[in-house]
């Protein structure tokens, strides 16, 4: 893992995180907190309904692929601050037993006017599935440390 | 727990959820599993950070705020599917004891042109602290069932 500065970046640049299983049980688990709708939660109710199976909460896929985002350790040590997101986008359903990997492309790098030591990136993170169906995605804006100030 | 179909909607409709507060074991355990970073699991590093304390997940703080949206119960029966999330955008930190509560108001309203038991809603949730500090809003988007389609 080695974290990645502001300037280390640039407008372009992209990788792919490694994948992780959804399974029925982390569907349900997350969604009886924090989601707990019928598609989510209700196996019997989700199997007769539109998707034909249980499927796995938003908010839950956006987590789970935050994750796999921060598990690649390039923000480790060098952010400050997550500001916001944009344009989400819930593309197609995560059904159990699906594997996520998530590309993420640098969109935008803006040094602060007002602080000689950081500045903002923004990322866009794509989430697929096995079939490399897009079921996912979202531009993610965070404030990143320069390498001057690394502690 | 009363389910609003589409057509009982209205631009402009707004109402507050209760409140939920944030502990720090719950701070710590979204962030273990999704979102690791020393600021949120890690109360000595985050004790010497900016913020003085640990602070919560932006991703937890969002799946708390649509839990309480959804107890409302004004979707549960009429919601088809969440389609995303736009300009979601933490403004100040959430910390361990913050209790926080929304204001959720209707923004748009619109009807399906391809399938005439359904249409499309978006709202603008704002969550506040217990001092009516903003710290967090997004305008979320999803399909309503019509009246007609109630099932």
Redesign the interface.
Known sequence: MTSRYFEDWTVGDSFETRGMTITESQIVDYAM?????P?HIDRQTADAG?FGELIAS??HT???C??LF?DMGYV?ES????????????TAPVRPGDTLRCTVEIVSLTPSRSKADRGTMSFKLTARNQDDIDVMH?TSTCILKKRSAAG
Chains 1, 2 share one sequence.
């Open positions: 907190r924090y989601d707990p709708q598609m539109p938003g908010f956006m987590s789970v935050f994750r921060y480790a952010n400050i601050i997550g500001l916001g997101l944009d344009e989400v986008r819930w979202f």
